[in-house]
């Protein structure tokens, strides 16, 4: 015998679940909250998703894959700087989007650690084809540069979400950008 079909759209539950996660976090989101944004029951949303673990891991695993999307777009740019100012221009604008949630869940979620770092590891290799292709100084540290972006990224996050306006948290990114040395004049 075949369970009842699902009455409800369960990709919308999901960016629900995303939405209600990231303005929340994990801790502080109920089964109750999640139930009432997703507009399902317990059983269905058990039924469904599983538990509330499993759902988060389910729900930062899609917004994961967009925020690499975005990383990756960046990281195509011609050059390593052109690819960090995408990227931190692209984040300054996202943290203080008003259609979502303020900030970023990757950056501020506790159980989001692995994330950050495949994110660092990201920023990391392009920053070496930087280093590598000469655009970027020789004397760079790659993965101190890429661990130097992520903490201004969730600098940037905490700005948004404390309700800094988008030219607070874009001046915080330009900032950054003059922190990186630029490559030696070509000889």
């Not at 195509?76 to 692209?90: K, N």
Request: proline share 7%; with cysteine.
């Amino acid at each position: 015998m075949a369970g009842r079909p699902r009455s409800f759209d369960r990709d919308e539950a999901l960016a629900a679940a995303v939405e209600l996660f990231w303005r929340v976090g994990y801790d502080e989101t109920s089964i109750s909250m999640l139930t009432s944004a997703m507009g399902v029951t317990p059983p269905s949303l058990y039924a469904a998703f599983g538990d509330k673990s499993t759902l988060f891991d389910e729900a930062s695993t899609l917004y994961f894959d967009r925020i690499c999307e975005g990383v990756d777009s960046a990281a195509a740019r011609p050059t390593a700087r052109e690819a960090i100012t995408v990227m931190l221009s692209e984040t300054a604008r996202a943290h203080t989007d008003t259609g979502t949630p303020l900030g970023c869940l990757m950056l501020t979620e506790p159980r989001l650690a692995a994330q950050r770092e495949a994110v660092n590891a990201r920023l990391t290799r392009r920053i070496e084809q930087g280093v590598s292709d000469g655009d970027l100084p020789p004397t760079i540290r790659p993965h101190e540069l890429a661990s130097f972006l992520m903490a201004v990224m969730r600098g940037m996050s905490g700005c948004a979400r404390d309700g800094g306006s988008p030219s607070d948290v874009a001046a915080i990114a330009r900032l950054a950008l003059a922190a990186i040395p630029d490559p030696p004049a070509a000889t």
